[in-house]
């Protein structure tokens, strides 16, 4: 989900405003946005001139908590701004490039911040337009900085030029790892090209790990955006890859962030508050392994599954 311009309301003053596009951290992209938890809102981005570019927070930050408070998705953000106003002060704790931070905002009046998303929309467009008309003279140096500008403001398309601009090193200085991120964002924003370089990269590497089920993951996500030649991979890919991989690609779909249903029953907690996520499917050790290891029928849990980005994957654990 896509949150535009997050702000609060209250009855008796008007609703406060960040400035920001935002959508949920998925399972898919934890492990690449370094994010513990595995949850949050990445911000895609900015209003320029809007709180988040006057504080401080970045394209590619991952919200955490809000005054103290977890948030888990884009609705937990909107619910713990929900009584802030114009004016008031807020603390954000991100993740940015693995590492926690603090941000501290003032919110804007909503109202104000409404008014600019025509404009906003349309500078972005114009940034973009700008950006191409670079490329095709030639001017890479000019290029990279309009399609900078325009990526900032959220635009997906920008994004994804500037990624290849950043692998290139064209008007920029070469950078793989920028690169991976605007990839990233671009596909968040339901980019499907993008969407289908992110498969490239964990399917071929060497920018990234190799990982077949997160390759498979992103083609079906580009194919799902309508990405003809991502259709057709995933078409040639379903009759080669080995079934267990789109079968993990769903399980960790179901069970990737803490309250999604994961498809089997989890034992109730009699601890209070909220209940603790490891990011494992278990089972029951197959009778063959326990007779190899010296241990009595039932013994112990048995991993198939750890889903990226989660702690247990963050740990090393591994299946089996």
């Known amino acids: 989900m896509l949150v535009f311009g997050i702000g609060g309301a209250t009855a008796a003053r008007a609703a406060g405003w960040i400035g920001i596009f935002v959508t949920d951290v998925s399972w898919a992209a934890a492990s690449m946005l370094r994010v513990p938890s595995g949850n949050g809102a990445v911000v895609l981005g900015r209003y320029r001139d809007g709180p988040a570019v006057i504080d401080g927070l970045f394209i590619g930050d991952v919200i955490v908590a809000v005054d103290g408070a977890a948030?888990?998705?884009?609705?937990?953000?909107?619910?713990?701004l929900g009584p802030m106003g114009g004016g008031d002060?807020?603390?954000?704790?991100?993740?940015?490039?693995?590492?926690?931070?603090?941000?501290?905002?003032?919110?804007?009046?909503?109202?104000?911040?409404?008014?600019?998303?025509t404009s906003h929309k349309q500078e972005a467009g114009e940034h973009f337009r700008a950006g191409l008309t670079a490329l095709e003279s030639g001017d890479m140096a000019g290029a990279a900085e309009r399609l900078t500008t325009a990526a900032d403001m959220g635009h997906a398309e920008a994004q994804y030029r500037l990624a290849k601009l950043y692998e290139r090193g064209q008007g920029v200085d070469r950078d793989l790892g920028i690169m991976r991120t605007f990839q990233l964002l671009a596909a968040l924003g339901r980019h499907?090209?993008?969407?289908?370089?992110?498969?490239?990269?964990?399917?071929?590497?060497?920018?990234?790990?190799?990982?077949?089920?997160?390759?498979?993951?992103?083609?079906?996500?580009?194919?799902?955006?309508?990405?003809?030649?991502?259709?057709?991979?995933?078409?040639?890919?379903?009759?080669?890859?080995?079934?267990?991989?789109?079968?993990?690609?769903?399980?960790?779909?179901?069970?990737?962030?803490?309250?999604?249903?994961?498809?089997?029953?989890?034992?109730?907690?009699?601890?209070?508050?909220?209940?603790?996520?490891?990011?494992?499917?278990?089972?029951?050790?197959?009778?063959?392994?326990?007779?190899?290891?010296?241990?009595?029928?039932?013994?112990?849990?048995?991993?198939?599954?750890?889903?990226?980005?989660?702690?247990?994957?963050?740990?090393?654990?591994?299946?089996?």
């Open 192 to 320: 499907g090209p993008a969407a289908r370089a992110l498969s490239e990269n964990y399917e071929l590497g060497p920018t990234v790990a190799k990982d077949d089920v997160l390759a498979y993951r992103w083609l079906t996500e580009a194919a799902g955006l309508g990405d003809d030649v991502a259709g057709q991979r995933l078409d040639a890919m379903n009759r080669q890859v080995d079934p267990a991989v789109p079968r993990r690609a769903e399980m960790f779909a179901r069970i990737g962030q803490p309250g999604r249903d994961p498809g089997f029953a989890l034992p109730p907690t009699s601890r209070p508050g909220p209940r603790s996520w490891v990011g494992v499917v278990i089972s029951t050790p197959p009778a063959e392994l326990l007779d190899e290891v010296g241990l009595a029928q039932g013994a112990g849990a048995y991993v198939v599954g750890v889903v990226p980005g989660s702690p247990a994957w963050q740990a090393g654990l591994e299946p089996g």
């Open 71 to 80: 948030v888990a998705d884009t609705q937990a953000l909107v619910r713990a």
């Open 89 to 117: 002060a807020v603390s954000l704790k991100v993740y940015r490039f693995g590492r926690s931070r603090f941000v501290s905002l003032t919110l804007q009046d909503l109202a104000e911040g409404q008014t600019r998303d």
